[in-house]
């Protein structure tokens, strides 16, 4: 046991490494390289499959092109009060102000936006925003985002890609960053990335839900990654769930329907045939959001022809909405509600506007959109708490690691809109490579990899390919999906948490003497035992960060703890890693906004309108 293992495998050196390589990854590879640093991407699937793919309804970004009232300032009203005020002051003020001319930015790079008939970048109407903001390519925004991202950093920048690769540890030389500990999934074996500035880009943990958006890559190893290194992750009780998910049939269970088939014009419909959004309007949304107090009335009294409908209200309002209707028996045959645009748009209106919706469900479950309402229900969707990071520079607080995107916290609060997702992955992976690379500019001696911490690592790594027995990898992983899905679901009490963290306590256990069969080869056994980790510290930090929070807030709901509490307004729940290895939970007050801040966000929308100061 006393070999130094780490003495002979494969060591790659870059200035800084990106792992992951979504819109955030790429944008902060970009970022980086553009400033003169060797960059290298890691990503444990295939470039082109990351999350920002789901993302298709568009990249909500104050261009004012369909709206000219519309202006950075009202963009980061409607993010903060979507967000319940618990974002973060200045990352919702930089994410505002800057996504525009990313928008643009990425025009110039390639990107081919649908248009205004005037010839300008077309936008379009999603949960949450007070105007039409978000750019769009039909439904497949995402999917031209991250084609246009890769072109430019493979072809323009000549970044260096290194797939199916999966990191494991953080290396430290004291207390600041030395490397990252990687293995290559095909062949199984190690590789050391040498560098003195990472930029985690992961995205979240849906995997630990069983009823999710999110692919087989989604397990938390950012959160896992960061947290093991001496991180903080913030605000991990809010977990977004999608209200719209489809829920049938079995092929397509989960799946994201973006809320664009709602902008473009779908409802909602319960097994009655009612429209029931109307009943669920808050009234406090109805008097903020509406124009005047004549159509704040008529929405709150069911009026069909309103301005905005009830269906873009925001997704934690439609999700318990459909819960409830669930709950008392109003939904559909496969437990979710009807999403119908089949009645309300032309076919080929359908197949132009939602062309991906259209194709995807015929081909995968037989649903024909044009034709019949869909299945739908909430999905566990988005992480809006995550990885604990400095607004201007996104560094962590351990020095040289940075975060960006999904797996990091604070920008969106305690819910987030629909569309800030895609300009987010954007505007704080810009941040983020110059973050990092301001920090390489300052960095005197060169911070060298630890053999110890390798060798530990490579041995946990190792362990479960070399113990004679144990527990089968996959059955654990279900068996954690269906604790989460019965004690920190949409819906929460402190019967159901606490009876949920017993189990993950004893789930880590299990985990901890699982057995993977075969070699290290091709393995996809051991990959999924190494997924344990990186799970289980999301699921727990979710569980103990849910417990904690007694209220009810944007996506964080407590049926024991019903309503906003004002005590909550101001508290952010930090977890860390303790001294003896156990998950350490505070609440710490946040910060006062400044106080410009603060009068933008509390003024009234004609102050706000028409100007961009």
């Not at 075969?518 to 103990?544: D, F, K, M």
């Not at 508290?571 to 710490?588: L, T």
């Amino acid at each position: 046991m006393g070999m130094n293992l780490s003495s002979d495998i494969q060591r790659i050196r870059h200035d800084v490494v990106v792992i992951g390589a979504g819109g955030a990854g790429l944008r902060a590879a970009i970022a980086s390289s553009s400033r003169g640093l060797d960059t290298g991407v890691v990503c444990k699937s295939l470039l082109g499959k990351a999350h920002t793919v789901m993302a298709e309804g568009g990249c909500a970004a104050a261009l004012g092109n369909a709206d000219s009232r519309d202006n950075w300032k009202v963009h980061f009203r409607d993010t903060m009060r979507g967000g319940k005020f618990l974002n973060q002051w200045e990352m919702a003020e930089l994410h505002a102000k800057h996504a525009p001319d990313e928008v643009k930015l990425l025009e110039q790079w390639g990107a081919v936006f649908d248009r205004t008939p005037e010839g300008l970048i077309g936008q379009r109407n999603f949960g949450g925003h007070r105007y039409p903001r978000l750019a769009h390519v039909g439904d497949r925004t995402g999917l031209e985002m991250i084609r246009t991202l890769q072109d430019h950093a493979i072809h323009q920048q000549g970044i260096q890609v290194h797939m199916e690769c999966t990191a494991l540890r953080i290396v430290m030389d004291g207390d600041k960053l030395a490397g990252v500990l990687a293995y290559w999934r095909d062949a199984g074996r190690f590789v050391l990335f040498e560098c003195n500035a990472v930029i985690l880009a992961t995205g979240g943990g849906g995997k630990a839900w069983r009823i999710t958006s999110n692919s087989w890559e989604y397990t938390g190893d950012g959160f896992d990654l960061a947290y093991k290194a001496g991180a903080e992750l913030v605000n991990m009780e809010f977990t977004q769930f999608h209200p719209t998910g489809m829920v049938w049939p079995p092929s397509v269970r989960g799946i994201l329907v973006t809320e664009g088939v709602r902008g473009d014009g779908g409802i909602l419909l319960n097994s009655e045939g009612e429209r029931f959004m109307f009943n669920y309007i808050p009234e406090k949304f109805a008097a903020e959001t509406a124009d005047s107090e004549e159509e704040a009335e008529r929405w709150l009294a069911g009026d069909k022809n309103a301005r905005r409908p009830p269906e873009l209200l925001t997704r934690d309002v439609v999700a318990r909405a459909i819960t409830k209707e669930v709950q008392a028996g109003r939904g559909s045959p496969h437990g979710g509600v009807f999403l119908d645009i089949a009645s309300r748009r032309p076919a080929d209106v359908i197949r132009r506007k939602l062309p991906s919706m259209y194709h995807q469900f015929k081909e995968l479950a037989e649903v024909d959109i044009t034709k019949d309402a869909m299945e739908v229900g909430p999905t566990l969707h988005y992480f809006m708490g995550g990885i604990r990071v400095d607004s201007n520079t996104q560094m962590t607080r351990v020095p040289g690691l940075f975060a960006c995107g999904e797996c990091s916290g604070g920008m969106h609060g305690a819910n987030r809109l629909g569309g800030n997702s895609l300009s987010d992955l954007l505007v704080f992976g810009m941040l983020a490579g110059n973050g990092a690379a301001d920090y390489l500019d300052k960095l005197e001696a060169t911070p060298q990899a630890s053999s110890e911490t390798v060798d530990a690592a490579i041995r946990e790594a190792t362990a479960p390919l070399n113990r004679e027995e144990g527990p089968n990898p996959y059955l654990l992983h279900e068996e954690l999906q269906d604790v989460m899905n019965n004690g920190v679901n949409i819906v929460r009490d402190k019967e159901g948490l606490e009876s949920a963290i017993q189990s993950l306590d004893s789930l880590k256990q299990k985990a901890s003497a699982v057995k993977a069969h075969g070699s290290s080869q091709y393995n996809p056994g051991w990959h999924e035992a190494i997924s344990l980790s990186p799970l289980l510290i999301t699921a727990e930090s979710v569980a103990r960060a849910a417990l904690a929070r007694e209220e009810s807030r944007g996506a964080h709901t407590r049926i024991d703890f019903p309503g906003e509490q004002d005590r909550w307004q101001a508290v952010h729940v930090i977890i860390s890693k303790s001294a003896d290895g156990s998950m350490n939970v505070r609440q710490e007050s946040a910060q006062a906004p400044p106080e410009r801040l603060s009068e933008i966000a509390h003024s009234s929308l004609t102050d706000l309108e028409g100007g961009s100061a």
